[in-house]
């Protein structure tokens, strides 16, 4: 649930606003920093974005095989992923190796990956730089 708190901490500015999940800590001020949390987060992202699918040039995070990334709390982090088939050449493969890399993210405890096919993937799933680059554009 997000929330909006004004804050009266002598360490900030009484116009300073953070918003998040105050219940949880996972706060960010408007001065542009992310909170703990999202940083977390951004940085799993960026770890999954180093994988790629052997077959195709585009990173598995833009291929859009990535459906959820949570951080809970103290480092476990939750994956959704899928595949673009099930009779995928790389099923058995992919994703021990997005559990892997994750787990190595700074900050990281606990990894729990769950592959679905519900919904299916499809070409709508990537990114615009995906669609780009393998001319879906």
Request: with cysteine.
């Amino acid at each position: 649930m997000e929330e909006t708190v004004e804050t009266t901490s002598p360490d900030i500015a009484t116009d300073d606003v953070a918003t998040g999940d105050v219940a949880t800590g996972d706060v960010a001020t408007n001065d542009g920093e992310a909170s703990p949390k999202d940083a977390l987060k951004q940085d799993v992202i960026a770890a999954i974005s180093e994988i790629f699918d052997p077959e195709i040039p585009v990173n598995i995070y833009d291929l859009g095989l990535i459906y959820d990334v949570h951080v809970g709390d103290e480092g476990k982090i939750d994956v959704v992923m899928t595949l673009t088939s099930p009779h995928c050449p790389v099923a058995e493969i992919l994703p021990g190796q997005v559990k892997s890399r994750v787990e190595l993210v700074e900050g990281v405890n606990e990894v729990d990956l769950e592959l679905t096919w519900d919904p299916p993937w499809t070409p709508e799933n990537m990114s615009e730089p995906a669609k780009l680059e393998l001319g879906f554009m």
